[in-house]
């Protein structure tokens, strides 16, 4: 199903997407593809969630608190009791603050010690970040030279270029 809307700029009267959102999850729907209709609005699609369907950390909040409003209905309740923990708050952009190298990448990691100290010098913040960029990659051998690349500019005493803030001119 499409859901129109108009853009806040036309000045014509319209549900918001947030809204829209809400409704959806209330129903067992949810939104997926936006389309430009014209220079004023736009659609979204909104479809029923399967049994097995990924929860953002967003949705997942926002239903809670229908519930507590008790605004959801049977069948966006059933969708939401049939949500697992593996299937929840999974997107890479909802782990960035929890990344950590897993055992096998940190065994490795490790090996090199001088690369390892290097790492553990840096700022927490970069700790985080340089974990992210590796295993949020989308293909393992993407992951696999992310980490390589990781352990080289470390051994070497740099940060990893996409980190690395440029130099300024004198």
């Not at 809400?22 to 014209?38: H, T």
């Not at 992310?146 to 940060?159: F, K, M, P, V």
Request: net charge positive; with cysteine; aromatic share 12%.
């Amino acid at each position: 199903m499409w859901v129109g809307f108009h853009k806040k700029s036309s000045d014509l009267p319209s549900i918001t997407w947030a809204e829209s959102v809400d409704e959806a999850l209330c129903f067992g729907w949810i939104d997926s593809v936006r389309k430009s209709v014209n220079d004023s609005s736009y659609a979204s699609r909104f479809t029923q969630r399967k049994a097995r369907s990924t929860w953002s950390a967003v949705n997942i909040k926002r239903a809670k608190e229908l519930i507590r409003l008790g605004r959801m209905r049977p069948a966006g309740l059933k969708a939401f009791e049939q949500r697992t923990d593996e299937r929840s708050s999974i997107y890479s952009y909802e782990q960035r603050r929890n990344a950590t190298l897993s055992g096998v990448f940190e065994t490795r990691f490790r090996a090199n010690k001088k690369a390892w100290n290097f790492f553990r010098t840096q700022a927490p913040w970069y700790q985080r970040t340089a974990a992210f960029w590796v295993v949020s990659a989308k293909k393992d051998d993407t992951r696999l030279k992310r980490l390589n690349r990781l352990i080289e500019d470390s051994e070497n005493g740099r940060t990893i270029p996409p980190l690395t803030r440029p130099q300024r001119q004198a």
